[in-house]
């Protein structure tokens, strides 16, 4: 097995989230993967199966459970991918659907990946699951921006997208790991979206992922993806857009996603981001 690993959404290796990339993972059962994700222990791991037209098949693996779609890894598939092949188009098979990604050279030879989620959805949350989620947060709802109301968000994978009243309320990140982890589990969640809005297109982002067995995710591209497809579907922003996203700064691993909103309401989210390899 080539295992690779890299930081996505980040320049630096210290900053970013990390991933593991396993460019060819072919005849591979899925106890295989599970063990090497739990061995390797970051957020995700990633599993690839070229296909004979040049598509990739592609599995997501945290150390404690398989989630059907992530973007910080599909973002460092992509730029391993194309520092292995070159730059250009690709198509990953996830369970969630189908994902276009392009790569390209930016300045310094530093690879750019951009995907496209599938098509995102938006739901209510029920008021006993929201209480549930705020008590486990050890949030109340004082701490909510009542201008972004509490939804869970869809772009491949569900998050809980919950919008904090200042940023200070989202730099203190103190919560029952298990209680959140239940409740998550019951609900099909992936991540829980913690938001606060700096200007009308820029975000500050925190992401406990209890699911997986990860405190704190650095980077979250699937929610990221999720988050613009909320804006839209609640008209919170003006479409298109391009949306800055700040994650990982408060756990001292920086990342920075771009996210572009097209303004068909069923058109898939782009994320946007750099990666590289972790020496």
Known sequence: MDLLRYVAFSTDPLGGNPAGVVLDATGMDEATMAATAAEVGY????????RQDGSLDIRYFSPQTEVPFCGHATIAT???HAQRHGVGDLLLHTQA???PVSTSAGPDDVVVA????VEPRTAAISEPDLAELLAALRWSAADLDPALPPRAAYAGAWHPVIAAASRERLAELDYDMRALGELMARRDWATVALVRRES??????????PPGGVVEDPATGAAAAALGGYLRSLRLIDTPAVLTIHQGV???RPSLITVGVPADPAAGIEVT??????A
């Open 78 to 80: 992509a730029v391993a």
């Open 97 to 99: 659907g189908p994902v």
């Open 273 to 278: 981001g750099t990666a590289v390899p972790i």
């Open 250 to 252: 408060d756990m001292g």
């Open 114 to 117: 951009t995907l496209v989620s």
């Open 43 to 50: 957020s995700e791991t990633a599993f690839v199966v070229p």
């Open 200 to 209: 009308e297109t820029v975000f500050h982002a925190r992401n406990p992922f």
